[in-house]
């Protein structure tokens, strides 16, 4: 079974987030850089799907120079290569889906698999927009995930709001993880090592000869407002409890 | 000159500092009250391939350099330094003397179970009599047909309840001196070896100490490591070679009391400010940090010229001397920095303080690091 995983980098959650006036992306310098946290789940999940069948784990990734560390990272996890589709261009989801299914369909698969979503513009759309280029069923939200290599079915688990739902789909399809789904394994010091011999092949992204205009502009960026400072409520408890449930009403309107 | 590190090494460090963070550092403090590091961090920690950091690939370790061993030792020094000298002794003097001398049978047997961490390593030279007068040992090994018979007793070898196999020093020719001295392999399976009770210590809780007992210990003549009688000078080569792990883990654990100095004097508020605004506590902050930075490139350096096959007696001394003592000088501030929860066990800095002490004692303590230092000085400069 050859089995694509879709890995994207991003700043480190606990990045803290610098914009300066006008900036219609995020200041980058002094960034930790790290593998994407859904598409670690998803990467987890193929490791799990190639030690149970069989096959190949391929990473295929997009962006500047800087994403071969968490190609590095992936493949010291122990995906087996990777496909690196080089590009300093700001894109959107939309050429970035086009050039990732461009090279899905030369590479050959069986199965496709990322995250639900990208932590860094949290727009969930690449699954999701790849399975459309290349006309493939999908499941998206998986908390669950069970193929069947012989009847080529996949019978998934996928999460909705405060429900799950239960769908079945053939081979080949595009799968996105959800947090639950599994819990990623630490890249081992002897793996790290041997990740070093593995192959990474780099892809111009002009070369792909894919239409990299994008549909979708940044005008701007504005930092959410700070947030108000916690009001502490003193007093008897029963005024308290009164006064907070105005509050709660009339201020918060969440009751 | 390039300073900088290899991207699998800062992936590795990445990866130990991961791993300190979400699976050391939450049971610092029961190994530190139970003095016993948990079954399942010694398996996290085999999972994770830290008990191959000196082993060469070929033989399922990693296969560093001396820079890269030293970088991942710095990290190593961030978190208790009990359960990190389980790690130190076994990849530095617990199995370098095999990767060093071991004839290929001998690498073949070991190694790879060494690299698993299925087997620890340990180092048996230090004996009731003979501390830092090492030459001095009275452990006797007798040829009989093929098979060596030891008899003798050592003290403070570290790892000695949880080792399988032992790097020991005995004597073969007593009219010979230190060239009287051979290496064997000795498997605490052999008949005849025996370990005494664990000894209790001010510090390094979680690694355990103890005392060896020979009774007509039984060693096949194959199990003599390198040459017999170059026992001496192979213990001597193999100390050199632990100095600069040893130093590392000194450097990391300076780090870390430096990092968290910092941060306590920046928040911590007496007389209206952080304690931060005091140019005294300055001060000692600027110490700490240039004495740590000195340390950091004498250990790369030391490292660097090993990795040349340069010998690096000399340096090795003065690194082993320098660490331990800026070790202890950091250790000494950071209690001071603190004040009062400096020296509280809820805290972990007493600890370091405690665990520090030792650096300055074990694998040759900083006045016998002099003595190397001045004998060597002394051949260079009367030839």
């Known amino acids: ?255 | 000159m390039d300073f900088t590190l290899s991207p699998e090494i800062l992936q590795m460090k990445a990866a130990v500092r991961d791993f300190i963070t979400h699976e050391v550092e939450p049971a610092a403090r029961r190994i530190e009250e139970e003095d016993q590091v948990p079954d399942s961090l010694i398996e996290a920690s085999r999972a994770l391939g830290l008990f191959g950091i000196s082993i060469p690939e070929e033989y399922g370790g990693l296969g560093l350099s001396m820079v890269d061993k030293c970088a991942i030792f710095e990290e190593l020094g961030q978190t208790i330094n009990g359960y990190t000298t389980i790690l130190g002794a076994h990849n530095g003097i617990g199995s370098v003397g095999i990767v060093t001398f071991g004839s290929p049978e001998q690498k073949s047997r070991y190694l790879p179970r060494m690299a698993s961490g299925e087997w620890v390593g340990a180092f048996a030279l230090t004996e009731p009599e003979a501390g830092s007068n090492a030459a001095a040992i009275r452990t006797t090994a007798t040829k009989k047909g093929t098979r060596y018979v030891l008899n003798g007793q050592k003290i403070y070898i570290t790892n000695a309840p949880e080792a399988h196999v032992f790097t020991v020093m005995a004597v073969t020719d007593p009219y010979r001196g230190a060239k009287g001295i051979t290496s064997f392999i000795v498997e605490k399976t052999f008949p005849g070896f025996r370990v005494g009770t664990v000894e209790k210590k001010m510090g390094l809780h979680g690694s355990h100490t103890a005392q060896l007992y020979f009774e007509d210990l039984e060693v096949p003549e194959e199990n003599v490591l390198g040459q017999e009688g170059e026992g001496y000078v192979n213990a001597l080569k193999i100390l050199a070679n632990g100095r600069a792990g040893l130093a590392a883990r000194a450097l990391g654990s300076c780090q870390y009391l430096l990092d968290r100095s910092t941060r306590y004097a920046l928040e911590r508020q007496q007389f209206e400010k952080p304690i931060f605004e005091q140019q005294i506590i300055q001060h000692y902050l600027a110490e700490m940090a240039t004495e740590i930075e000195t340390l950091r490139w004498m250990t790369y350096r030391v490292a660097w010229m090993a990795d040349q096959g340069a010998n690096v007696i000399k340096e090795a001394a003065m690194l082993k001397l320098y660490g331990s003592e800026v070790y202890n000088r950091v250790a000494d501030k950071a209690v001071q920095i603190h004040g009062g929860i400096g020296y509280i066990a809820d805290y972990p800095i007493e600890r370091f303080y405690r665990d520090a002490r030792i650096t300055r004692i074990y694998e040759g303590t900083s006045e016998i690091q002099k003595n190397i230092i001045a004998a060597q000085l002394k051949k260079e400069y009367a030839e």
């Open chain 1, 1 to 255: 079974m050859k089995i694509l995983v879709l890995v994207k980098q991003v700043p480190d959650t606990a990045t803290k987030i610098r914009l300066n006036p006008g900036d219609t992306a995020i200041q980058t310098d002094g960034i930790k850089w790290v593998i994407n946290p859904y598409d670690e789940f998803a990467i987890e999940e193929c490791l799990r799907l190639k030690e149970k069948a069989g096959g190949e784990v391929v990473v295929l990734s997009l962006g500047p120079s800087r994403v071969e560390e968490a190609i590095r990272q992936a493949l010291a996890m122990g995906a087996d290569r990777a496909i690196h589709v080089m590009t300093d261009a700001v894109i959107d989801s939309q050429v970035a889906a086009r050039a990732l299914a461009k090279v899905a369909q030369e590479e050959g698969y069986d199965l496709i698999v990322t995250g639900k979503q990208a932590v860094d513009d949290d727009q969930a759309q690449v699954g999701a927009l790849v399975a459309v280029e290349l006309g493939l069923p999908q499941v998206t939200v998986v908390i669950e995930l069970n193929v069947d290599v012989e009847s080529r079915r996949i019978r998934a688990e996928r999460e909705l709001e405060g429900a799950s739902e239960i769908v079945e789909l053939p081979m080949p399809a595009v799968i996105t993880a959800q947090r639950g789904l599994n819990e990623p394994r630490y890249p081992t010091l002897p793996n790290i090592m041997k990740a070093k011999k593995k192959e990474v092949k780099s892809v111009p992204l002009d070369s792909l000869g894919v239409d990299t205009t994008p549909w979708v502009r940044v005008e701007e960026l504005t930092l959410p407002p700070e947030r108000p400072a916690a009001k502490i409520l003193t007093g008897e408890p029963e005024e308290a409890a009164k006064e907070l449930a105005r509050l709660l009403h009339e201020e918060a309107k969440v009751i």
